[in-house]
């Protein structure tokens, strides 16, 4: 037959959208032509895809018109996925493979000049569009990326370490070794493994209402900023903030992996594990929040479901920081290019560390500072109103005697502190279906389920401190998480005096 079709995926954002490679062979003048909105790696695959063909002891047809549609053809292609889906539909339409085997398949993978294939971009956010599919294809991938797409239930993945081992299976031939290893069906995982042991809080020493942020942020999924001079320990406290919080669910941890195989970071090792990202403070807005053509991830999506760690955070770019402000409060974050968009999530929980002033000893017992109360004002000016306003909680973490740091004793481990999170985050998916920090409008007033005298309280505290409405919810949701750690079915007057004592910290700074 003169045309084929074959079935791929073509990436735009996190969604992977269907591609038909149509591959028409004609007579005239031998020539290769490769359209459909293709890049410019897309394009090399034709060189590529001959070699790898004459390579493999099969017949390319150099004496033929060569056309390859990528269709359709106003979706933007990218990477060096369809090589493999191009070369099948080259054989195909020669007739050297059968089309109706081919149709069963989904196929990508980049081809070297040899013919072995080599990892793709996006395996899990293929995987997990195919298995949406009313009848979904196999998906055949090269070794790394099929590992990738097997981690998600119900996926049907072979990994295919060759173009000879694909072409073997299509022509229902003997494999070329007894254990079949060029050729193998993965079976997908039905469970996400506990995550390992990291960090022990127990090494952070003293810093009682940093520790009980700590655990309330993690309980709650709240933000969380520590204010304090250098090497008091909020770098500390922030790296330990993943061991206390709750396992990820089987979706929860799709979804990380997903967005880091879309960047080229998925580390199978570290499947289950909740991201850690923490960009130096010259990142731009771009590294943050995503961009570049086509559209990638940034690192407040890298850390979807997991942490972001922000240290020096009034060092940031303004224009870099003022760019987490949606996604604090919608979770998601849309990069919008001339040519296409893209959205993918961004549901972190932030943690962010500074000094106190530009010295860093402003409120140091021992040591002077050296700032001016204009100079003090500048650097904490850096941060804007509407950002801080957006996060739950603020707390000091003040400079600890050398004796208590050398000779105190340890303070209480992660596990213990992770049992008490585990179980107050249980109540609240278990009352409302989500985390105490996604409350929002009605199921705010709902399921907070404040006393009188409490929300009395928090009245007046937003009125004397000028909080804004935003502000005071925050408040409200710590302390409906305070509640929780505590047991208690509604939220009292002791739980809004806690919260309220957490959006204070700067001030007492100024």
């Known amino acids: 037959m003169a045309l084929a079709h074959v079935h791929s995926r073509a990436l735009q954002g996190l969604a992977a959208r269907p591609v038909s490679v149509e591959v028409h062979l004609a007579n005239g003048l031998p020539s290769f032509t490769l359209v459909g909105l293709a890049d410019t790696e897309v394009k090399e695959a034709r060189e590529r895809v001959r070699a790898a063909i004459a390579n493999s002891g099969l017949e390319f047809p150099h004496s033929q018109r060569i056309t390859v549609n990528l269709a359709p053809a106003d979706l933007p292609k990218d990477s060096g996925r369809f090589d493999l889906p191009i070369a099948l539909g080259i054989l195909a339409a020669s007739g050297q493979i059968e089309a109706e085997p081919l149709a069963r398949g989904v196929y990508a993978g980049e081809l070297s000049l040899g013919g072995e294939l080599r990892p793709v971009r996006g395996a899990l956010a293929m995987a997990l569009a195919l298995a949406q599919d009313a009848a979904p294809r196999t998906l055949v991938l090269p070794p790394g990326s099929a590992e990738e797409a097997a981690l998600v239930p119900g996926a049907h993945v072979v990994r295919a370490r060759h173009l000879i081992d694909v072409v073997a299976r299509l022509r229902r031939e003997q494999p070329a070794t007894q254990d079949d290893a060029g050729w193998a069906r993965l079976e997908p995982r039905d469970s996400v493994p506990a995550p390992p042991g990291g960090p022990d809080l127990a090494d952070v020493k003293g810093q009682v209402a940093a520790r009980r942020a700590l655990e309330i942020a993690a309980a709650g999924g709240h933000s969380l900023l520590l204010v304090g001079p250098p090497g008091a320990g909020k770098s500390m406290l922030a790296q ?271």
Request: aromatic letters at 4%; a positive charge.
């Open 240 to 510: 330990r903030l993943g061991g206390l919080l709750p396992p990820m669910a089987t979706d929860e941890a799709l979804q990380a992996a997903a967005v880091a195989s879309l960047a080229g970071r998925f580390d199978p090792a570290r499947w289950g594990e909740r991201p850690f990202c923490a960009p130096h403070h010259s990142a731009s807005a771009v590294a943050l929040v995503g961009g570049g053509s086509p559209p990638r991830p940034g690192e407040i999506s890298l850390a979807h479901q997991g942490v972001l760690f922000l240290d020096e955070l009034p060092e940031f770019a303004r224009h870099a920081l003022e760019a987490l402000r949606e996604p604090l409060e919608t979770g998601r974050i849309r990069v919008s290019r001339a040519a296409q968009q893209a959205e993918f999530p961004a549901r972190f929980q932030l943690v962010a560390a500074m000094n106190p002033c530009p010295c860093g000893y402003r409120g140091h017992p021992v040591r002077a500072c050296r700032c001016t109360p204009e100079q003090v004002q500048r650097y904490q000016g850096r941060l804007s109103g509407p950002l801080l306003d957006r996060i739950d909680l603020q707390v000091e973490v003040p400079a600890l005697p050398g004796e208590q740091l050398l000779q105190g004793p340890p303070g209480e481990g992660s596990a213990a502190v992770r049992e008490r999170v585990v179980a107050a985050h249980t109540l609240a998916l278990r009352r409302q279906g989500q985390p105490n920090r996604a409350l929002a409008g009605g199921a705010l007033e709902e399921h907070a389920r404040a006393e009188p005298a409490a929300l009395k309280f928090l009245h007046a505290a937003a009125v004397r401190l000028a909080w804004s409405g935003r502000g005071t919810h925050r408040a409200l949701r710590v302390a409906r998480t305070i509640a929780d750690l505590a047991g208690h079915e509604r939220v009292g007057a002791a739980d809004v005096a806690e919260a309220v004592q957490y959006r204070r910290v700067l001030g007492a700074f100024a």
